[in-house]
Nanobody, 123 residues
Framework: QVQLVESGGGLVQAGGSLRLSCAASGRTFSSYPMGWFRQAPGKEREFVAGLRWSTGYTRYANSVKGRFTISGDNAKNAVYLQMNSLKPEDTAVYYC????????????????WGQGTQVTVSS
């Protein structure tokens, strides 16, 4: 059974940094796309960043390009999201997810999800 556990969220001032971690278990993930998503109160869940381990291909939402970096550690079955220059609008619950096939941005195409970790950016 696939399990994803996020950690690293918290409260940070605008301009600060956080590093989120996602520990994955239950299978070998090197053939699957991994994604980070976020959901703010009253808003739909949205794609933030994705990684395809087999090729090293990464993809980012325009709103985080240049500020966030996704990376993975195959040996640890872990995915990370380094978030720099945080803004109040980055406040949300952040989720990691495992997809299938190509790296997609649509949440419905990811069958496995973690429980989420709260990120709050104060102005």
């Amino acid at each position: 059974q696939v399990q994803l556990v996020e950690s690293g969220g918290g409260l940070v001032q605008a301009g600060g940094s956080l590093r989120l971690s996602c520990a994955a278990s239950g299978r070998t993930f090197s053939s699957y796309p991994m994604g980070w998503f976020r959901q703010a109160p009253g808003k739909e869940r949205e794609f933030v960043a994705g990684l395809r381990w087999s090729t090293g291909y990464t993809r980012y939402a325009n709103s985080v390009k240049g500020r966030f970096t996704i990376s993975g550690d195959n040996a640890k079955n872990a995915v990370y999201l380094q978030m720099n220059s945080l803004k109040p609008e980055d406040t949300a619950v952040y989720y990691c997810a495992v997809g299938r096939g190509l790296l997609q941005t649509e949440p419905a195409l990811y069958p496995y999800w973690g429980q989420g970790t709260q990120v709050t950016v104060s102005s």
